[in-house]
């Protein structure tokens, strides 16, 4: 079964960077889609970014297409969100999750691997 950890959260300003990685275990083969998600307080947990690991073709939610990007190292199992021009309401746990298919998918039902989380915060 997949693991994986999270790193890279902390504390940042408005329209600054950052950058979040989610370090992959146990994967028996590249037919596996990762995902990064974002659970603010009181919300329900959202997709934010997903990656195929069979073609590299990836998705982002509407509300970070064009400041985040997603990519992977299969080198160091890990895969990465740069986020740029953060906002305040980019503030949330940051999970990263994984599932077999190969297709990038962005519903977190359709995740079966979880991470724990990592905090990002936002300064205004």
């Known amino acids: 079964e997949a693991q994986l950890v999270e790193s890279g959260g902390g504390l940042v300003q408005a329209g600054g960077s950052l950058r979040l990685s989610c370090a992959a275990s146990g994967f028996t083969s590249d037919d596996y889609t990762i995902g990064w998600f974002r659970q603010a307080p009181g919300r329900e947990r959202e997709g934010v970014s997903s990656i195929s690991l069979r073609d590299r073709s990836t998705r982002y939610a509407s509300t970070v297409l064009g400041r985040f990007t997603i990519s992977t190292d299969r080198a160091k199992n890990t895969v990465y969100l740069q986020m740029n021009n953060v906002k305040p309401e980019d503030t949330a746990v940051y999970y990263c999750?994984?599932?077999?298919?190969?297709?990038?998918?962005?519903?977190?039902?359709?995740?079966?691997?979880w991470g724990r989380g990592t905090q990002v915060t936002v300064s205004s």
């Open positions: 999750a994984a599932t077999r298919a190969t297709l990038a998918l962005l519903a977190p039902t359709q995740f079966r691997s």
